[in-house]
C-alpha cells in the first residue's frame, strides 16, 4: 500500500440501523477533503447501508469489526471473510482488545483470521497493545513484539503489505486516558523496527500503523504529527459526526 494517513472509526456495539446510516450521512456531508482514508467499522447488521451511503465516496470504505478463522460451515452465529466481501467490506479489524479480553482471542486465532481475511481481498487491521498492568511491569514491548510475531511473522511478503497494524494500549481504550504522543510514538518505532527484524527495511518502511486509545478531536493533531504515526482507530469520539470530522481534518 504504501504510507498514507487513515482515519478509521470503530462503532463497536453502538446505533441502530436508522442511526447508523444517519449518522454516515453526516461524516460524508461535514468531511474535510483530504488525501487521508477513511473507513468506518460498524456492527456487521448495517455494513450494506452504511456501505450504499459511502459508495463512489473518495476515500470512504467501509469494514467489519471482526471476522471468523473459518472458510464456511456450521459455525453458527460466525460471519466468514467470505461474506464480508460480498458485502463490500474492504478493510477488516482483527485482535481487538476486547475481543481478546471478552473472547479469548489468541495471537494465534489472530494469525488464522488475518489469513482468512488475505484470502478474500480484505485488508486486516491488527490491533496490538499492552494492559496497564504489563506497562507497569515494564513488559509493554515484550507483548507487542509477541502479538506481531505470533500473528504476522509466517505472512509472505505481498501477504504483509496489505496488513495494517494498529497500536492501542489496552489502558487507554474508552477510558479518556490517551498515550502521550511521546508514548505513542516509542511504541510505533519499535513496531517498525520488529517488522525490519521479522520481514525487511521495506515493509517496515511502507507498514501503516495507527494509534487508538482516546483519540479524540483535542489530541489527534498532535499524535498524528509523530514521525512514525499514520492515523487513528477512533472508537468513542467516533460516534459523533462533528467529532470524527474534525478528527479526519488532523489528519
Ligand atoms: P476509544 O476506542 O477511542 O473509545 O478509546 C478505541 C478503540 O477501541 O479502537
Redo the contacts with the bound molecule.
Keep these: 500500500m504504501g504510507r498514507i494517513k487513515i482515519i478509521a472509526g ?1 462503532w ?1 456495539m453502538n446505533k441502530n440501523l436508522s442511526e447508523a446510516v444517519s449518522l454516515t450521512q453526516e461524516i460524508i456531508h461535514s468531511s474535510p477533503e483530504n488525501n487521508s482514508l477513511k473507513i468506518i467499522f460498524p456492527p456487521f447488521p448495517f455494513i450494506q447501508s452504511v456501505n450504499e451511503v459511502l459508495k463512489n465516496k473518495k476515500g470512504f470504505f467501509v469494514g467489519a469489526q471482526n471476522c471468523s478463522e473459518h472458510n464456511a460451515g456450521a459455525f453458527t452465529g460466525e460471519v466468514s471473510a467470505t461474506m464480508l466481501n460480498s458485502l463490500g467490506c474492504t478493510y477488516v479489524l482483527i485482535g ?3 475481543r481478546r479480553q471478552y473472547f479469548n482471542e489468541t495471537n494465534a486465532l489472530c494469525h488464522k483470521k488475518i489469513v482468512q481475511a488475505l484470502n478474500n481481498n480484505i485488508k486486516p487491521v491488527y ?1 496490538v497493545g499492552e494492559t496497564l498492568q504489563q506497562r507497569k511491569s515494564n513488559t509493554h514491548f515484550e507483548i507487542v513484539k509477541s502479538q506481531i510475531t505470533e500473528a504476522l511473522s509466517s505472512l509472505n511478503s505481498d501477504q504483509i503489505k496489505q496488513v495494517v497494524i ?1 497500536y ?1 494500549p489496552v489502558w ?4 479518556g486516558e490517551t498515550a502521550t504522543p511521546q508514548q505513542a510514538q516509542e511504541m510505533h518505532a519499535f513496531i517498525r523496527t520488529c517488522m525490519k527484524d521479522l520481514f525487511d527495511a521495506s515493509v517496515s518502511d511502507n507498514c501503516i500503523l495507527l494509534y ?4 479524540n478531536a483535542s489530541n489527534a493533531k498532535d499524535l498524528f504529527s509523530c514521525e512514525d504515526i499514520d492515523g487513528g ?6 460516534l459523533k459526526a462533528e467529532d470524527f470530522c474534525k478528527i479526519i481534518a488532523s489528519a
Excluded: V
Design positions: 470503530n463497536k481487538h482488545s476486547e490491533c494498529a492501542e487507554a481504550i474508552g477510558t487508538g486509545g482516546s483519540c482507530l477512533i472508537g468513542g469520539a467516533s
